[in-house]
């Protein structure tokens, strides 16, 4: 793969592939025209990367300009790529190509866009590399079990909140979401098989388990649904529990299509991204992030490296070596284990104790010296940037 040159490419490009193999990469000309018509408005060039970076975040977090997450989501390819290329290498089952891991961790762009909290002095890709890692891997993790799952058991596995969001994705009107979530609720009422609750291959429920399922809710519609409308038989309700199932797999877990794909067969089809909507362009020059302020930014970026060496060197040398084999090596613990000559469940408590420690190191100083009220989401952001910080700092070499 090659490097991009200059802050235009950087963040105005995107990976191309030819099945599983990277083949270069793609201008977005609406980007390109975009970032183009900025650099004109400045009073000197400007081609740091870390200026660029802090102003389409400010203007993606104004919601002004919607052409800036896009700057973002170009400038994170790399990341995507080398998120996906380690997590396709260590998927086992080798069903998931190169092309596909990558096309689904950029669908996370956004969740790391909105979790992405620039104050605490980490660079955007540092933090984007730990949080697509993680999400690729809950993402195929979960992928697999709908694959294998069937409908019956997928229903029964859905929350009430997931499969209303899966309804509304898929267009459907307010009045049958209703009817498809009462079918839904008398289904998990009535449908109690006697199958161990983990097992994936549910069956389809017997025509007198239906029945039972039409009854309860044409008797319940008359209170529960705004129009209750006519009565459903077996038949209307299995259809529309299937039709439920088939919207939820789709909402859950998309078929990904590049913006680089073909738009039509024919060659004057173009490209997906060539029909996007030319959106209107807001400059925010003047709030760029002063220079100060990213100065400021890299000093909280030292003292956090520096708390966290202090709060490792604390550490007692099992624990220390047991960190280093894990994050230096990439050994798994029951490796660590047999190398140590301990148990696997030593390992894995030390290992989650000295997390632990560093966890709440980080978080004190983030309160006393950031003045930041402590509370689980920042505690979830904490623990993804120290889970960064020890896996930029033993891919260091050695000196």
Not at 67 to 75: R, V
Request: aromatic fraction near 10%; proline fraction near 3%; charged fraction near 25%.
């Amino acid at each position: 793969m090659r490097s991009r040159q200059g802050i235009t490419e950087l963040f105005t490009t995107f990976l191309q592939f030819d099945a599983d193999r990277v083949i270069g990469w793609a201008t977005d000309s609406r980007l390109r025209r975009n970032i183009l018509n900025c650099q004109a408005r400045l009073s000197e060039p400007e081609n740091s990367e870390t200026f660029w970076v802090s102003y389409w975040y400010k203007v993606w977090q104004t919601k002004t300009e919607n052409l800036a997450g896009g700057h973002l989501s170009a400038y994170l390819q790399e990341v995507c790529f080398w998120a996906a290329k380690k997590t396709a290498v260590n998927f086992s089952s080798g069903q998931y190509t190169l092309s596909d891991c990558f096309q689904m961790v950029t669908t996370s762009t956004d969740k790391v866009l909105k979790r992405f909290k620039p104050e605490m002095g980490f660079n955007l890709k540092n933090y984007a590399s730990a949080i697509f890692s993680s999400e690729l891997k809950e993402m195929l993790r979960q992928q697999n079990e709908v694959d294998i799952s069937t409908n019956w058991r997928l229903l029964r596995r859905l929350s009430q909140k997931r499969l209303v969001e899966s309804l509304q994705n898929a267009g459907l009107s307010a009045d049958t979401i209703e009817r498809y979530i009462l079918a839904w609720k008398c289904y998990q009422s009535l449908y109690a098989p006697q199958q161990s609750t983990g097992t994936r291959k549910l069956a389809r429920p017997d025509d007198a388990i239906w029945t039972a399922i039409a009854q309860l809710y044409n008797f319940q519609r008359q209170t529960q649904l705004s129009s209750p409308g006519a009565e459903s038989s077996p038949e209307t309700i299995e259809k529309w529990l299937v039709a439920s199932a088939k919207a939820a797999r789709a909402y859950l877990y998309p078929n990904m299509a590049s913006l680089n794909a073909p738009r039509g067969d024919d060659d004057s089809g173009g490209e997906f991204q060539d029909f996007l909507p030319q959106l209107k362009q807001e400059s925010l020059l003047t709030e760029i992030v002063a220079e100060e302020e990213l100065v400021e930014r890299q000093s909280q970026q030292s003292e956090i490296s520096g708390v966290l060496l202090a709060a490792l060197n604390e550490l007692d040398a099992e624990a220390q070596n047991i960190i280093k084999l894990y994050y230096s090596e990439n050994l798994k613990q029951q490796e660590i284990a047999k190398q140590l000559g301990v148990k696997q469940y030593t390992v894995s408590r030390r290992l989650t104790k000295s997390k632990e420690v560093l966890l709440l190191k980080l978080a004190n100083w983030t309160k006393e010296s950031l003045h930041i009220s402590l509370n689980s989401q920042v505690l979830n952001y904490i623990n993804t940037v120290l889970e960064e910080w020890l896996q930029a700092h033993y891919s260091r070499p050695s000196v």
